[in-house]
Protein backbone atom coordinates (compact mmCIF):
# COMPACT_ATOMS: atom_id res chain seq x y z
CA UNK A 1 0.00 0.00 0.00
CA UNK A 2 1.57 3.21 -0.84
CA UNK A 3 2.14 5.73 2.05
CA UNK A 4 0.61 9.27 1.67
CA UNK A 5 2.51 12.56 2.85
CA UNK A 6 -1.08 13.52 4.63
CA UNK A 7 0.67 16.43 6.18
CA UNK A 8 1.48 18.16 3.16
CA UNK A 9 -1.86 18.18 1.99
CA UNK A 10 -3.45 16.98 -1.41
CA UNK A 11 -0.35 18.32 -3.70
CA UNK A 12 1.54 14.98 -2.02
CA UNK A 13 -1.32 13.34 -3.06
CA UNK A 14 -2.03 14.60 -6.80
CA UNK A 15 0.48 15.76 -8.18
CA UNK A 16 0.00 18.87 -10.32
CA UNK A 17 0.55 19.60 -14.07
CA UNK A 18 2.24 23.40 -13.79
CA UNK A 19 -1.09 25.21 -15.37
CA UNK A 20 -3.61 23.32 -13.28
CA UNK A 21 -5.78 25.33 -10.94
CA UNK A 22 -6.86 24.64 -8.02
CA UNK A 23 -10.07 24.87 -7.45
CA UNK A 24 -13.24 23.98 -9.52
CA UNK A 25 -13.98 28.23 -9.77
CA UNK A 26 -10.65 28.73 -11.31
CA UNK A 27 -11.83 27.07 -14.65
CA UNK A 28 -8.48 27.79 -17.27
CA UNK A 29 -6.64 25.50 -19.45
CA UNK A 30 -5.53 22.08 -18.88
CA UNK A 31 -9.21 20.57 -18.28
CA UNK A 32 -10.13 17.21 -18.03
CA UNK A 33 -13.32 16.38 -20.10
CA UNK A 34 -15.83 13.52 -19.79
CA UNK A 35 -14.79 12.33 -23.50
CA UNK A 36 -10.63 12.52 -22.79
CA UNK A 37 -9.16 9.37 -23.15
CA UNK A 38 -7.41 7.73 -20.04
CA UNK A 39 -4.03 9.88 -19.11
CA UNK A 40 -1.89 10.33 -16.68
CA UNK A 41 -1.02 13.38 -14.02
CA UNK A 42 2.57 12.97 -13.14
CA UNK A 43 2.83 9.30 -11.94
CA UNK A 44 -0.67 8.76 -11.48
CA UNK A 45 -2.91 7.29 -14.02
CA UNK A 46 -6.64 9.26 -14.57
CA UNK A 47 -9.50 6.71 -15.97
CA UNK A 48 -12.96 7.55 -16.63
CA UNK A 49 -14.93 5.97 -14.47
CA UNK A 50 -19.11 5.18 -14.68
CA UNK A 51 -20.09 7.90 -11.95
CA UNK A 52 -22.67 5.30 -10.83
CA UNK A 53 -20.31 3.00 -9.92
CA UNK A 54 -19.12 5.37 -7.10
CA UNK A 55 -20.38 5.90 -3.65
CA UNK A 56 -19.31 8.83 -1.26
CA UNK A 57 -16.94 8.26 1.18
CA UNK A 58 -18.30 7.17 4.40
CA UNK A 59 -15.48 9.46 6.40
CA UNK A 60 -16.58 12.85 4.87
CA UNK A 61 -16.50 15.02 7.56
CA UNK A 62 -18.67 17.47 5.86
CA UNK A 63 -22.52 16.61 5.53
CA UNK A 64 -23.54 20.24 4.37
CA UNK A 65 -23.56 21.04 0.69
CA UNK A 66 -24.84 24.17 -0.06
CA UNK A 67 -27.45 23.80 -2.83
CA UNK A 68 -26.86 26.84 -4.87
CA UNK A 69 -22.93 26.49 -5.27
CA UNK A 70 -23.49 22.97 -6.09
CA UNK A 71 -25.51 24.44 -8.84
CA UNK A 72 -22.94 27.01 -9.62
CA UNK A 73 -20.31 24.08 -10.44
CA UNK A 74 -22.40 22.06 -11.98
CA UNK A 75 -23.12 24.74 -14.55
CA UNK A 76 -19.13 25.21 -14.49
CA UNK A 77 -18.81 21.43 -15.48
CA UNK A 78 -21.44 21.16 -18.11
CA UNK A 79 -19.25 24.31 -19.99
CA UNK A 80 -15.73 23.51 -19.18
CA UNK A 81 -15.86 19.31 -17.97
CA UNK A 82 -13.94 18.47 -14.71
CA UNK A 83 -10.75 20.23 -13.88
CA UNK A 84 -9.04 17.92 -11.07
CA UNK A 85 -9.80 14.35 -10.81
CA UNK A 86 -11.59 12.69 -8.14
CA UNK A 87 -9.80 10.47 -5.92
CA UNK A 88 -11.49 6.75 -5.38
CA UNK A 89 -10.36 3.36 -3.70
CA UNK A 90 -11.89 0.08 -5.11
CA UNK A 91 -13.69 -1.75 -2.96
CA UNK A 92 -15.28 -4.54 -5.34
CA UNK A 93 -15.68 -5.44 -9.10
CA UNK A 94 -16.06 -2.55 -10.48
CA UNK A 95 -17.41 -0.68 -7.79
CA UNK A 96 -15.53 2.50 -6.15
CA UNK A 97 -15.86 4.78 -3.30
CA UNK A 98 -14.60 8.53 -2.54
CA UNK A 99 -11.61 9.19 -0.81
CA UNK A 100 -12.01 13.23 -2.29
CA UNK A 101 -14.17 14.96 -4.31
CA UNK A 102 -17.22 14.54 -3.17
CA UNK A 103 -18.61 18.13 -3.78
CA UNK A 104 -17.56 17.60 -7.36
CA UNK A 105 -19.39 14.25 -7.71
CA UNK A 106 -22.23 15.41 -6.77
CA UNK A 107 -22.10 18.84 -9.07
CA UNK A 108 -21.43 16.20 -11.88
CA UNK A 109 -24.41 14.15 -11.09
CA UNK A 110 -26.57 17.48 -11.25
CA UNK A 111 -24.29 18.09 -14.29
CA UNK A 112 -25.61 14.67 -15.86
CA UNK A 113 -22.15 13.59 -16.56
CA UNK A 114 -22.49 9.86 -17.32
CA UNK A 115 -18.22 9.38 -16.52
CA UNK A 116 -15.65 11.47 -14.49
CA UNK A 117 -11.89 11.08 -14.26
CA UNK A 118 -10.89 9.58 -11.40
CA UNK A 119 -7.82 8.54 -10.06
CA UNK A 120 -7.71 5.11 -8.28
CA UNK A 121 -5.59 5.00 -4.52
CA UNK A 122 -5.92 2.44 -1.84
CA UNK A 123 -6.59 3.61 1.49
CA UNK A 124 -7.26 2.83 4.90
CA UNK A 125 -10.69 4.36 6.73
CA UNK A 126 -8.56 7.16 8.63
CA UNK A 127 -6.53 7.69 5.40
CA UNK A 128 -9.74 8.63 4.16
CA UNK A 129 -10.82 10.58 6.95
CA UNK A 130 -7.79 12.29 7.23
CA UNK A 131 -7.55 13.02 3.42
CA UNK A 132 -11.35 14.11 3.10
CA UNK A 133 -10.57 16.46 6.38
CA UNK A 134 -7.38 18.23 4.44
CA UNK A 135 -9.46 18.67 1.23
CA UNK A 136 -11.92 20.64 3.25
CA UNK A 137 -9.69 22.62 4.86
CA UNK A 138 -8.05 23.65 2.33
CA UNK A 139 -10.88 25.06 0.43
CA UNK A 140 -12.21 26.24 3.59
CA UNK A 141 -15.52 24.18 3.45
CA UNK A 142 -15.83 22.42 6.59
CA UNK A 143 -17.39 24.59 9.73
CA UNK A 144 -16.12 24.80 13.19
CA UNK A 145 -18.48 22.03 14.74
CA UNK A 146 -17.67 20.00 11.33
CA UNK A 147 -13.67 20.47 11.97
CA UNK A 148 -14.36 19.60 15.64
CA UNK A 149 -16.55 16.37 14.84
CA UNK A 150 -13.51 15.39 12.51
CA UNK A 151 -10.89 16.11 14.75
CA UNK A 152 -12.44 14.24 17.31
CA UNK A 153 -13.19 10.91 15.06
CA UNK A 154 -9.35 10.95 14.58
CA UNK A 155 -8.62 11.16 18.51
CA UNK A 156 -11.40 8.83 19.49
CA UNK A 157 -12.15 6.06 17.14
CA UNK A 158 -7.75 6.38 15.54
CA UNK A 159 -6.48 6.73 18.70
CA UNK A 160 -4.05 10.24 17.80
CA UNK A 161 -3.50 12.78 20.00
CA UNK A 162 -3.73 15.88 19.24
CA UNK A 163 -0.78 16.55 18.63
CA UNK A 164 -0.70 13.98 16.08
CA UNK A 165 -3.63 15.26 14.70
CA UNK A 166 -2.36 18.69 14.38
CA UNK A 167 1.17 17.47 12.43
CA UNK A 168 -1.37 15.07 10.07
CA UNK A 169 -3.14 18.25 8.90
CA UNK A 170 -0.79 20.84 9.67
CA UNK A 171 -2.17 22.56 12.60
CA UNK A 172 -0.63 23.68 15.87
CA UNK A 173 -1.72 21.28 19.02
CA UNK A 174 -3.14 24.27 20.08
CA UNK A 175 -6.09 24.99 17.30
CA UNK A 176 -6.85 21.34 17.82
CA UNK A 177 -7.36 21.91 21.30
CA UNK A 178 -9.07 25.11 20.87
CA UNK A 179 -11.83 23.55 18.34
CA UNK A 180 -12.16 20.23 20.15
CA UNK A 181 -13.23 22.94 23.48
CA UNK A 182 -16.72 23.53 20.92
CA UNK A 183 -17.99 20.14 22.27
CA UNK A 184 -18.12 21.72 25.87
CA UNK A 185 -20.71 23.79 24.85
CA UNK A 186 -24.37 22.77 25.18
CA UNK A 187 -26.00 20.99 22.68
CA UNK A 188 -28.26 23.53 21.33
CA UNK A 189 -25.39 25.87 20.88
CA UNK A 190 -23.01 23.22 19.27
CA UNK A 191 -26.02 23.03 16.58
CA UNK A 192 -26.25 26.50 16.29
CA UNK A 193 -22.18 26.62 15.34
CA UNK A 194 -23.13 23.66 12.66
CA UNK A 195 -25.56 24.97 11.07
CA UNK A 196 -24.06 28.87 10.76
CA UNK A 197 -26.01 30.60 12.82
CA UNK A 198 -23.20 31.54 15.45
CA UNK A 199 -20.10 32.19 14.21
CA UNK A 200 -16.94 30.58 15.85
CA UNK A 201 -15.67 33.73 17.56
CA UNK A 202 -19.33 34.10 19.26
CA UNK A 203 -18.67 30.15 20.31
CA UNK A 204 -15.44 30.69 22.07
CA UNK A 205 -16.53 33.92 23.89
CA UNK A 206 -19.67 31.80 25.40
CA UNK A 207 -17.32 29.28 26.60
CA UNK A 208 -15.30 31.02 28.72
CA UNK A 209 -18.38 31.27 30.67
CA UNK A 210 -18.47 28.30 33.92
CA UNK A 211 -21.91 27.15 33.85
CA UNK A 212 -24.45 25.47 30.97
CA UNK A 213 -26.68 27.74 32.18
CA UNK A 214 -24.66 30.86 31.64
CA UNK A 215 -23.67 29.68 28.54
CA UNK A 216 -27.00 29.14 27.19
CA UNK A 217 -28.42 32.37 28.75
CA UNK A 218 -25.80 34.58 26.53
CA UNK A 219 -26.39 32.73 23.35
CA UNK A 220 -29.93 33.17 23.10
CA UNK A 221 -29.41 36.71 23.90
CA UNK A 222 -26.84 36.69 20.98
CA UNK A 223 -29.73 35.29 18.57
CA UNK A 224 -32.14 37.59 19.78
CA UNK A 225 -30.50 40.62 19.51
CA UNK A 226 -27.76 39.94 16.87
CA UNK A 227 -24.88 40.88 18.92
CA UNK A 228 -21.39 40.83 17.14
CA UNK A 229 -18.10 39.12 18.84
CA UNK A 230 -16.78 42.25 20.49
CA UNK A 231 -20.38 42.25 22.35
CA UNK A 232 -20.30 38.71 23.12
CA UNK A 233 -17.06 39.53 24.82
CA UNK A 234 -17.89 42.01 27.06
CA UNK A 235 -21.44 40.68 28.39
CA UNK A 236 -18.70 37.46 29.51
CA UNK A 237 -16.93 39.61 31.26
CA UNK A 238 -19.94 41.31 32.83
CA UNK A 239 -21.14 38.34 33.42
CA UNK A 240 -17.83 36.97 35.63
CA UNK A 241 -17.31 40.88 36.84
CA UNK A 242 -20.92 40.19 38.87
CA UNK A 243 -20.47 36.77 40.31
CA UNK A 244 -16.80 37.52 41.24
CA UNK A 245 -17.94 40.56 43.41
CA UNK A 246 -20.42 38.18 44.89
CA UNK A 247 -18.31 35.34 45.84
CA UNK A 248 -14.88 36.19 46.16
CA UNK A 249 -12.86 37.67 49.51
CA UNK A 250 -11.34 40.80 49.03
CA UNK A 251 -7.61 39.00 49.31
CA UNK A 252 -8.62 36.71 46.43
CA UNK A 253 -9.66 40.13 44.39
CA UNK A 254 -6.25 42.13 44.80
CA UNK A 255 -4.19 38.95 43.83
CA UNK A 256 -7.01 38.91 40.70
CA UNK A 257 -5.90 42.76 40.27
CA UNK A 258 -2.47 42.51 40.22
CA UNK A 259 -2.55 39.61 37.81
CA UNK A 260 -4.98 40.91 35.49
CA UNK A 261 -2.81 44.24 35.32
CA UNK A 262 0.42 42.42 34.61
CA UNK A 263 -1.26 40.13 32.42
CA UNK A 264 -3.82 42.54 30.12
CA UNK A 265 -7.05 40.55 30.17
CA UNK A 266 -9.37 38.51 32.77
CA UNK A 267 -7.78 36.75 35.67
CA UNK A 268 -10.20 34.29 37.71
CA UNK A 269 -8.94 32.66 41.11
CA UNK A 270 -11.16 29.78 42.15
CA UNK A 271 -9.73 28.70 45.58
CA UNK A 272 -11.34 25.42 46.86
CA UNK A 273 -10.43 23.71 50.34
CA UNK A 274 -7.52 22.60 49.20
CA UNK A 275 -5.92 24.02 46.35
CA UNK A 276 -7.73 25.38 43.38
CA UNK A 277 -7.51 27.19 40.08
CA UNK A 278 -6.13 30.35 37.86
CA UNK A 279 -8.27 30.59 34.92
CA UNK A 280 -6.89 33.43 32.31
CA UNK A 281 -8.64 34.66 29.48
CA UNK A 282 -7.66 35.35 25.95
CA UNK A 283 -9.50 35.41 22.68
CA UNK A 284 -6.99 35.07 19.94
CA UNK A 285 -4.04 33.22 19.53
CA UNK A 286 -2.31 36.34 19.19
CA UNK A 287 -3.19 37.34 22.81
CA UNK A 288 -2.56 33.98 24.04
CA UNK A 289 1.03 34.05 22.78
CA UNK A 290 1.21 37.47 24.17
CA UNK A 291 -0.16 36.42 27.88
CA UNK A 292 2.43 33.82 27.76
CA UNK A 293 5.56 35.98 26.59
CA UNK A 294 4.72 37.86 29.93
CA UNK A 295 4.51 34.77 32.43
CA UNK A 296 7.52 33.07 30.64
CA UNK A 297 9.99 36.01 29.85
CA UNK A 298 10.37 35.08 26.37
CA UNK A 299 9.09 35.09 23.06
CA UNK A 300 6.88 32.74 22.09
CA UNK A 301 4.97 30.88 19.10
CA UNK A 302 2.58 27.96 19.25
Known amino acids: MPKFGLGKGLESLIPKKPTQPTSEEEVKPEIITEEEKPGAVGKEEVIQVDIEKISPNPQQPRKNFDESTLKELADSIKEHGIVQPLVVTKIGEDQFQLITGERRWQAAKLADLVQVPAIVREASEQQKLEL ?25 EFGLTQEEVGKKLAKSRVAITNTLRLFNLPEEVQQAVLEG ?9 ILS ?94
Request: glycine share 6%.
Open 209 to 302: LDTEAEQLALFRKVVLHNLSVRDVERGVHKIKGYFRKKIKDPYLQDLEKKLEETLGTKVNIKKRKEGGEIVIDFYSDEEMNGIIDKIVGEETEL
Open 197 to 205: KLSEGHAKA
Open 132 to 156: SIIENIQRSDLNPMERARAYKRLVS
